[in-house]
């Protein structure tokens, strides 16, 4: 059985943390959203992901941009990342049951650390023509996300 850590430890006693492990989503696109909302309280968080998930908000794309569209909404490109906003919106549901169950107060608390790591590959084969075959593949994602309480 595997044993998982975050990539960074903040002080336990005023902080809740939460993972989500081997996800089968775009690991570009979780990056993007999870830039989004670091710095936001929960349920701001929890607003701007349900907004992507409805497809009524598109999160702007700054690193992953090359032959994206763009949106009104955003200045420059942008998608509309809605299996990664649904699996963040869990994730965020995690986090706020981990806060309560530590006493912490859960409108105090704000979004220090987001962060999403590229998790193991899984590796297929789809027969074509001829006895040839194409390889494809699915990036799964490691996402953590560490909150701490505000005064």
């Known amino acids: 059985m595997p044993t998982?850590?975050?990539s960074v430890e903040l002080e336990p006693?005023?902080?809740a943390k939460?993972?989500?492990r081997d996800v089968s989503?775009?690991?570009k696109l979780t990056?993007?959203?999870l830039r989004l909302i670091k710095g936001k309280s929960i349920e701001e968080a929890r607003?701007?992901?349900t907004e992507i998930a409805e497809m009524k908000r598109s999160v702007p794309l700054k690193r992953?941009?090359?032959?994206v569209g763009h949106r009104s909404d955003v200045p420059g490109p942008g998608r509309y990342p809605v299996k990664v906003a649904k699996n963040l919106l869990k994730l965020l549901d995690n986090l706020e049951n981990n806060a309560e169950f530590k006493g912490l107060n859960v409108e105090n608390l704000r979004i220090v650390h987001a962060a999403a790591h590229k998790g193991?590959?899984?590796r297929n084969y789809l027969p074509r023509a001829f006895g040839r075959a194409t390889p494809y593949y699915d990036q799964l994602v490691h996402v953590e996300i560490i909150a701490r309480e505000v005064e």
């Open 4 to 6: 998982w850590r975050y």
């Open 13 to 15: 006693e005023r902080t």
């Open 18 to 20: 939460a993972s989500l």
């Open 25 to 27: 989503m775009s690991y």
């Open 31 to 33: 990056v993007e959203t």
């Open 47 to 49: 607003r701007i992901l």
């Open 64 to 67: 992953y941009n090359k032959k």
């Open 120 to 122: 193991m590959k899984i």
